[in-house]
């Protein structure tokens, strides 16, 4: 069964700044896929970018980037230069192959003007 | 595109009713979710079909909660009879692993609150 962990339950942001959410992950799965969603306060959950456990490069996706280190079993979202609609609710998930995702308690961001 | 499609968006209704939340997936999708969100035990997984056949219902809380695919692009979460306990977001999702990447995108979701 895998396990995903984000610590941090609240994170407060400046405009334009970067933030870094944390995400750990605990599988014995070799071939797995680690995503994060974002979910604003009008409660849908929308996908943001998607790491593959035998990707080499770091996930980018406009200003949302993860820094992936397998040995750690970690994948920390960065977004740089906070907007204030980044405000939101952050989910890091993770499968093993076609399984099904299983999914953090999430981070709250609020990004301050 | 269209992305996944959930009606009704806000369901509200008294104990022991009978609901019915709908799902569209996206055109193509061959994979289907259903979730449960609530503030104590944040996204569960409830059910999720393979090309409209159930493959794990384990996340289905009580006999009370049942949901078919009749085709591929139409699904339904029954809940008869309601009980408050059942409010909580629903969400409907779908992938389609083939294209390389198992990204699950969601639907709206439907509020449901059981009075």
């Known amino acids: 069964a895998q396990k995903i962990t984000q610590t941090q339950p609240g994170m407060f942001v400046q405009e334009k700044e970067a933030v870094t959410l944390d995400c750990t992950y605990d599988?014995?799965?070799?071939?797995?896929?680690l995503f994060w969603y974002k979910q604003p306060s009008s409660g849908e959950m929308i996908f943001l970018i998607y790491q593959g456990s035998y990707d080499e490069q770091n996930a980018t996706e406009g200003r949302y980037s993860l820094n992936f280190q397998k040995a750690r079993k970690s994948t920390n979202l960065v977004i740089s230069a906070s907007q204030l609609g980044d405000s939101a609710m952050y989910f890091c998930a993770s499968n093993s192959g076609y399984s099904t995702l299983t999914f953090g308690k999430g981070t709250m961001l609020l990004v301050s003007p | 595109d269209a992305g996944v499609i959930q009606s009704p968006r806000h369901e509200v209704t008294e104990m022991g009713q009978e609901v019915t939340l709908r799902c569209k997936p996206i055109s193509g999708h061959d994979y289907l979710f259903w979730y449960r969100q609530t503030m104590m035990r944040g996204l569960e997984l409830l059910i999720y079909?393979?090309?409209?056949?159930?493959?794990?219902d384990s996340g289905m809380p009580e006999d009370r909660f049942s949901a078919k695919m009749p085709n591929a692009s139409f699904s339904t979460l029954k809940i008869q009879p309601s009980e408050p306990r059942d409010s909580a977001v629903y969400f409907c999702a779908s992938s389609f692993p083939g294209w390389g990447v198992d990204t699950q995108y969601f639907g709206p979701g439907t509020r449901l609150t059981v009075l």
């Open positions: 599988t014995s799965d070799q071939s797995y896929g």
């Open positions: 079909f393979n090309n409209n056949v159930p493959i794990d």
